[in-house]
């Protein structure tokens, strides 16, 4: 069964600062995709990054970008020049082709950015 | 603007009583999902829905069910609540056929059982 952690359930960083949040993931398919999802205080969950397996390049989306390491099924998002609107919970989710499209979620992480 | 309702953001149920959860999207996607969130273990999979009538159980089905008798409507049932499904309920939906479709997200409902 595929399984997603996140080691970190708390994390915080100064404004205009970098962070990365770490997670690793367990499956044995080769076809799958790796998303991280944002949930703010308001609690609508909206998706930040997505990285395809096959890719080895690493997905960027403007301050939001991903170092996957295949071998090591690590999947870790920096987020750079940290935003006040950056504090939200931080989820890792895997889809894998063999899964029907169900997205298996990590234990998420807490960021706080602090002025 | 795509959108995925949950019937109620808040709800205070009695032990032993049937509860409904409702979701509606308006994106005609085929998948939908109900997910269970607690602080530290993330979101839990209950039920998981691929079509109208078609459903597969999540990783924690037991003592729920769900219905989806539309499209564009999948429910949650708690068959009779227990003070051990309290909790924020997320529902989702995606497009099926491709992996790394995004999947849109509802408001939640947080229930409180007592």
């Known amino acids: 069964a595929q399984t997603v952690t996140q080691s970190q359930p708390e994390m915080s960083v100064q404004e205009a600062e970098t962070v990365t949040l770490s997670c690793t993931y367990d499956t044995s398919e080769n076809n799958y995709y790796l998303f991280w999802y944002k949930q703010p205080p308001s609690r609508q969950m909206i998706l930040v990054i997505r990285q395809e397996a096959y890719k080895q390049q690493n997905a960027t989306e403007n301050r939001f970008s991903v170092n996957f390491q295949k071998a090591a099924k690590s999947f870790s998002l920096k987020i750079s020049d940290s935003q006040l609107g950056d504090t939200a919970m931080y989820f890792c989710?895997?889809?894998?082709?063999?899964?029907?499209?169900?997205?298996?979620f990590g234990q998420g992480t807490e960021l706080s950015v602090k002025p | 603007d795509v959108k995925v309702t949950q019937s109620s953001r808040y709800l205070v149920k009695r032990t032993g009583e049937k509860v409904f959860l409702e979701c509606v999207q308006d994106m005609d996607h085929e998948n939908m999902f109900w997910y269970r969130q607690d602080p530290g273990l993330g979101l839990r999979l209950i039920y998981f829905?691929?079509?109208?009538?078609?459903?597969e159980k999540g990783d924690i089905p037991e003592g729920y069910s769900v219905s989806r008798e539309k499209k564009e409507r999948f429910s949650l049932i708690l068959e009779s609540a227990s003070t051990n499904q309290t909790s924020m309920y997320l529902c989702a939906s995606s497009l099926t056929g491709r992996l790394n479709t995004e999947a849109f997200f509802g408001q939640g409902t947080r229930l409180t059982v007592v």
């Open positions: 989710a895997f889809v894998g082709g063999n899964q029907g499209g169900k997205l298996i």
């Open positions: 829905s691929y079509d109208v009538k078609m459903k």
